[in-house]
């Protein structure tokens, strides 16, 4: 239709998008989950992988790889998103310190792009286009095939959680794991403050080594923060993994009287927040807002964070969890359009707060939001060189401030892939009306 039509396209996927990225007012939003054919065909041998659609979930792609014995090596904490919704960002979880996010685990696309070429792409052919679209939030084309890494499938999985009370040894000790040759599978972590009844919580799915002392834990008026980690158990390893798990916890340093463990099935474990889903959903707790803020703090930084925020903007962590953990950017793959800080490690820090409708109080929408931007404020004003994960901006120059130099980059894809801006103009980064230059 040219560049006279105002006509945009959007791609959705499950609709997880936070701001109405996935969105395109007066225009045509192409249902992903449509796209789940031809079926997924696995390749085994020394470097398995299996090709996908780009409107497959991540879900069924477990499932039908452990049939094969064989697993993708990371992962996002929910499973029920498309790959090219994952893929478009980053898809980062637990597994990213070691194999990096879902953006390095991927070797080919099948790439729609805004001039309507269907493009195969990889490291090796049609390069830009392949590193543009990983973590280009839709802005070059719709993926509408994947090939994704796959590793052996374990069996079983160690699920453990410790506490600390110091935010310091909390963080020498998670940095201390990603770095080690010899550690967890999975490392995570969450911030707790002002909560009740924790240790009854935890004791539905994990089993405390110290029942007497753990239940003796005050939770209430405190910031404590947990360390989460995983090992994974595979048929011949199942013999020296307990002795592993005992040499690794003896070199940390949380308060000794709460260590959780539970082992549970590899697929249980991946898609836990699933099972805590469909919970919410019978209470009717699950549609409801979502204004969760996603950032990436420098390590040099983190400590300054945590004083502005925990205990200060943040009061309690009663509206939902919010995850910190640090990554390895030498996991993380070049050249790609996802925004991260410059230093070699920087931590994930998740508000995944929840907004009960019509509410005017310290869990309705107006008072999270209000929250988030104290945040913001904090950083900006502050200077900590955080950068947003999944980011929400309204303006260009906002966009521009946000990816620095690359900004040069992602724009020259732009005008290259889709000269008319016609794609996700839901993420508000260019503008349909004038035809791109």
Same mark, same amino acid.
């Given at each position: ?6 006509i ?7 609709g ?13 939003i192409?249902?992903m ?5 031809p079926e997924?065909?696995f ?11 780009g409107?497959?979930?991540w ?8 049939k ?9 904490d ?6 090219g ?10 597994q990213?310190?070691r ?5 390095n ?16 792409c ?5 390069s ?7 973590g280009g939030?839709?802005q ?8 994704i ?12 959680r410790?506490l600390?009370?110091?935010f310091s ?8 794991l ?5 550690s967890?599978?999975?490392i ?11 240790v ?10 110290? &029942? /007497?002392?753990?239940s !003796? ?10 360390? #989460?980690?995983?090992? *994974? +158990?595979?048929p ?12 690794i916890?003896s070199?940390l340093?949380?308060?000794p009287?709460?260590?959780?463990q ?11 927040v699933h ?5 919410l959903r ?8 979502h ?7 420098p390590k ?24 910190i953990? &640090? /990554?390895?950017?030498? !996991? ?7 925004v991260s800080?410059e #230093?070699?490690?920087? *931590? +994930? ?5 929840s907004?009960i409708?019509y ?9 999270i939001l ?5 945040i913001?404020n904090?950083?900006?004003s502050?200077?900590?060189g ?9 303006t260009?120059?906002?966009w521009?401030?946000h ?11 732009k ?6 801006a ?5 993420q ?10």
């Amino acid at each position: 239709m040219g560049g006279s039509s105002d006509i945009t396209v959007a791609a959705r996927g499950r609709g997880h998008s936070l701001a109405g990225q996935a969105q395109a007012r007066g225009g045509v939003i192409m249902s992903m989950e449509s796209l789940r054919h031809p079926e997924m065909r696995f390749y085994p041998g020394k470097m398995p992988y299996v090709d996908v659609s780009g409107g497959e979930l991540w879900i069924n792609i477990l499932h039908e790889s452990l049939k094969h014995g064989l697993t993708p090596k990371s992962w996002t904490d929910y499973l029920h998103l498309t790959v090219g919704g994952t893929l478009s960002n980053a898809g980062v979880s637990g597994q990213a310190f070691r194999h990096g996010p879902q953006i390095n685990n991927v070797h080919q696309l099948e790439v729609v792009t805004g001039t309507g070429e269907v493009v195969r792409c990889s490291d090796d052919e049609n390069s830009d286009l392949f590193h543009g679209v990983l973590g280009g939030l839709g802005q070059f084309g719709i993926i509408t095939r994947a090939r994704i890494a796959l590793g052996p499938a374990p069996t079983m999985v160690k699920w453990i959680r410790v506490l600390y009370s110091d935010f310091s040894i909390f963080t020498e000790d998670q940095e201390f794991l990603i770095s080690s040759q010899n550690s967890f599978d999975y490392i995570e972590g969450f911030v707790i403050i002002n909560r009740t009844g924790l240790v009854n919580d935890w004791q539905s799915s994990f089993s405390p080594k110290d &029942p /007497v002392r753990s239940s !003796q834990l005050q939770s209430e008026g405190k910031v404590l923060f947990c360390l #989460e980690v995983a090992k *994974y +158990l595979y048929p011949e390893n199942n013999y020296d993994v307990n002795q592993n798990i005992e040499t690794i916890l003896s070199e940390l340093n949380y308060i000794p009287s709460t260590l959780f463990q539970s082992e549970v099935p590899y697929v249980q474990f991946l898609d836990r927040v699933h099972i805590s889903e469909m919970k919410l959903r019978k209470k009717g707790l699950w549609e409801i807002p979502h204004p969760w803020l996603n950032l990436l703090v420098p390590k040099s930084k983190i400590h300054d964070f945590a004083a502005g925020v925990f205990g200060n903007i943040i009061r309690d962590t009663s509206n939902g969890p919010i995850l910190i953990y &640090p /990554v390895n950017k030498s !996991q993380w793959r070049n050249g790609t359009s996802m925004v991260s800080p410059e #230093e070699d490690i920087f *931590y +994930l820090v998740a508000f995944l707060s929840s907004a009960i409708p019509y509410s005017t109080g310290k869990d309705g929408l107006e008072h999270i939001l209000s929250e988030n931007k104290r945040i913001l404020n904090f950083c900006a004003s502050t200077q900590l060189g955080v950068k947003q994960y999944l980011p929400q901006y309204s303006t260009q120059d906002e966009w521009k401030a946000h990816f620095g130099k690359q900004w040069e980059v992602f724009s020259r894809r732009k005008s290259t892939y889709d000269p008319l801006a016609m794609l996700a103009p839901g993420q508000r980064i260019f503008k349909k009306a004038v035809a791109f230059q």
